[in-house]
């Protein structure tokens, strides 16, 4: 009997080698603030800096073709996201493709003289914008081997998190602050996951999920907003994409983004630079505007001040989605609302409630309190002429009111309670 | 006087793993016991502040459970016990 193998050989051959990680064209990690390379993995903070890492990828061969053969869900994009081409069959909630809808009526009375249009992303499986993060998260958790979902949550991310690890099979640890919406703890805990409320504001949850990082217990976690943060947030873009190719593959000339960390707004900007760089929409100029509410405005009043440094603030506002106080995206959502010669500006809880109703009567939409600030702060930056009424325009509706129905309780309700009897409805309707 | 600074993951290449430091003779404030951590850590204080000395624009500490943005910055006061944790910014949202 021949031996085959050689004895002075190394006992593992390549073939042996666990297969890199499929992320599709993505290429790595590279530092938004000192440019340090790193392989794509679990990794979220530059060694060098601290600075956020970003995925890298090769887009090359990339076509408008090629994504309008894709499925009617965010995974038609696939090739633009750090995912595997087959992410879209694994077990998920399939978000995305949500409708842009004509908002003619609400133009009227803004006096618009433009098309304005609102992407209403409450359409998604969980009715927020968060599935889509949350669903590019995932899938670099299965690439990564991390079998439990977690999160820092200020409810939307919550409910998205805990429904997608039920959809997949996985384990969910849900982290968010005690005093939210019941509408978003509520629908969370439903969803049966591990759910932990913490008594502190949302950057205290969020600092408490950054220590986790490293902790013995979250070995098999993927945080999707802390050491898988450079996926999750390439989920953002799916709203770019969408919007440019629900325009007929171009961009508005105005969009108006609600801002809690900016990763959304830096996002969108970056998807619509991406499609103009690969040429499926031609290059046209467009203007970034951030929304805020007064009580959490670290970012408008960055931008007010002409500073490029995020002073912190404690939040206060029924704007709870968008109340993180230490924005992490905070210096590039003003980089990108600069460049595009857009703003930044805040509204009072007031003004949102007023801009939730006011979206509500006039489009058939109720938007959360996250879409009212963004009303809110279009009507504001039309008064004050930063933004203009004769560019197209579209307004980002991140999330379903039905979350967030505290909002407007108090202020709206039946038009009168009666008996059941004709009579009683003349009266009501009567003229007076 | 004795306080204890938390470590990140990231950079507990500089203090042979350890999550926790324990500073003996921290001085007054937050920048004297950054000072102090770079004799039992050398080189890490360069991560946490930049070239002019200035906390990094990515990096979060806290002196017992308080941003020190919301407080003096590197002149935050330390006292006998006090807590320190240096915290990557870059999470959440």
């Not at chain 1, 209403?120 to 969980?126: A, E, F, L, Q």
């Not at chain 1, 977690?150 to 602050?177: D, E, K």
């Not at chain 2, 806290?62 to 002149?75: H, K, N, S, W």
């Amino acid at each position: 009997m021949t031996l085959l193998t050689d004895p002075a050989a190394p006992t593992a051959c390549p073939s042996d080698a666990a297969p890199a990680p499929d992320f599709g064209n993505a290429t790595g990690l590279v530092c938004r603030e000192c440019g340090a390379h790193y392989p794509l993995g679990a990794a979220y903070a530059c060694v060098e800096c601290f600075g956020p890492l970003e995925v890298s990828y090769d887009l090359s061969g990339v076509t408008r073709e090629q994504i309008e053969a894709g499925p009617a869900s965010l995974w038609r994009y696939a090739p633009l996201l750090p995912v595997a081409a087959y992410a879209g069959t694994e077990p998920n909630l399939q978000p995305g493709m949500t409708k842009l809808v004509r908002a003619d009526n609400l133009g009227a009375a803004l006096g618009m003289t433009a098309p304005l249009w609102i992407k209403d992303d409450s359409g998604n499986p969980t009715h927020s914008f968060k599935d889509r993060v949350v669903a590019v998260a995932q899938s670099a958790a299965r690439r990564l081997g991390l079998t439990t979902l977690a999160c820092a949550s200020t409810g939307n991310l919550a409910n998205a998190v805990a429904a997608a690890a039920a959809r997949a099979g996985m384990g969910s640890v849900v982290v968010i602050p005690s005093d939210l919406e019941a509408g978003k703890t509520v629908t969370t805990a439903t969803y049966d996951g591990t759910l932990l409320a913490v008594k502190g504001n949302y950057d205290d949850v969020n600092r408490l999920c950054s220590e986790l990082i490293g902790d013995p217990v979250t070995e098999t976690w993927g945080f999707v907003n802390v050491n898988l943060r450079p996926y999750y947030a390439e989920g953002s873009k799916t709203l770019g994409y969408e919007v440019a190719e629900q325009l007929g593959w171009r961009t508005p000339q105005q969009v108006v983004i609600p801002v809690a960390s900016g990763s959304l707004l830096t996002k969108v900007d970056k998807a619509w630079r991406e499609l103009t760089g690969l040429g499926i929409i031609a290059e046209s100029p467009y203007r970034v505007f951030g929304a805020q509410a007064d009580g959490c405005s670290p970012v408008a009043r960055a931008f007010a001040d002409g500073l490029d440094v995020i002073r912190p603030v404690k939040p206060d506002t029924i704007a709870k989605s968008l109340a993180i106080g230490n924005p992490a995206d905070g210096p590039y959502a003003l980089d990108a609302v600069r460049r595009t010669g857009g703003a930044v500006a805040s509204v009072s809880d007031a003004d949102i409630v007023a801009a939730i109703r006011l979206l509500a009567r006039s489009e058939g939409i109720f938007a959360e309190t996250a879409g009212g600030v963004t009303l809110a702060t279009f009507q504001r930056l039309l008064a004050t002429g930063q933004a203009s009424r004769d560019a197209e325009t579209v307004l980002l509706n991140t999330g379903d009111g039905l979350k967030t129905i505290d909002a407007v309780s108090g202020v709206v309700g039946p038009t009168a309670v009666i008996d059941p009897r004709v009579d009683q409805v003349h009266e009501v309707l009567a003229p007076r | 006087m004795a306080v204890t600074i938390r470590i990140p993951t990231i950079l507990r290449t500089y203090t042979g793993d350890t999550a926790e430091v324990s500073i003996s003779d921290p001085g007054e404030t937050l920048g004297s016991a950054l000072e102090a951590l770079e004799v039992t850590a050398p080189c890490i204080r360069a991560r946490i502040l930049d070239d002019d000395g200035s906390l990094r624009r990515f990096v979060n500490v806290y002196v017992d459970d308080e941003d020190v943005r919301f407080l003096d910055g590197l002149a935050t006061p330390l006292k006998d016990g006090s807590s320190i944790a240096v915290i990557p910014a870059v999470a959440g949202g």
